[in-house]
């Protein structure tokens, strides 16, 4: 079921397609258009080419329908993931690959809060979103918000680190602040933690480390914050 607009960018995963009517009704008040889909279509439909901007899912009938869903989907996109759960499934939701975990009945005021934060950081350098950067074998193409390896394969990064990324890579040689950082990814959502970019950082030096010595790339400034040292070859 799609809005009828030009072009989605919101994927609703969902099991009751009757409860998601309120949300596609909010989206399009806020001229977004959405897809609603079951959970079964989503992974398919998140590596449509960057077709779908953020994904929603709401799998209500058991808990370990969207958090497998989630996991499914992070394994292979980078996709911004909202998922909504119950109160108790919230932690496992983050250590699923969600960005942001919240209740089934968020008020829609909230959750457009969480939307919008999303979409700006895909906005953000939307003029140069078409070239890939490269370095030291590396690819990462903000357009289809993938990383790919040295070996082809694509690692799955969460939201938050892609876009750390993308910020490093933008300006080598440059020290960005943890408050920089903050600002380019707009991780917090209103109450914004630096050290949360500290966890970000580390996580992504993990998965950099794991295709030879690129996690060295980011290196920590000591009362400063982070600068990418590689050489970025745009293409």
Request: proline share 5%.
């Amino acid at each position: 079921m799609e809005t009828p607009r030009r072009k989605s960018a919101i994927l609703i995963a969902t099991d009751d397609f009757s409860s998601a009517a309120p949300l596609v009704e909010e989206l399009g008040r806020h001229d977004l258009a959405s897809t609603v889909v079951a959970p079964a279509q989503a992974p398919a439909q998140a590596r449509s080419g960057g077709r779908c901007r953020i994904l929603i899912i709401s799998a209500s009938a058991t808990a370990e329908i969207g958090l497998d869903l989630c996991r499914r989907i992070r394994a292979a996109s980078s996709i911004p993931i909202i998922l909504l759960s119950g109160a108790e499934e919230q932690l496992d939701g983050l250590e699923a690959g969600a960005d942001y975990c919240l209740p089934f009945h968020t008020d829609m005021r909230r959750l457009m809060v969480h939307v919008r934060a999303l979409l700006r950081r895909s906005d953000l350098y939307e003029d140069e979103r078409r070239f890939t950067l490269n370095f030291e074998g590396w690819g990462v193409d903000p357009r289809r918000r993938e990383l790919v390896a040295p070996d082809g394969s694509h690692v799955a990064l969460l939201a938050a680190e892609f876009e750390i990324l993308i910020a490093l890579c933008r300006q080598p040689g440059v020290i960005l602040s943890r408050r920089a950082l903050l600002d380019a990814t707009h991780i917090g959502l209103g109450r914004p933690l630096e050290r949360s970019v500290d966890v970000h950082i580390c996580r992504l030096r993990r998965k950099l480390a794991q295709g030879g010595n690129a996690a060295e790339l980011i290196q920590t400034v000591r009362l400063g914050g982070y600068v990418f040292v590689g050489q970025i070859n745009p293409e």
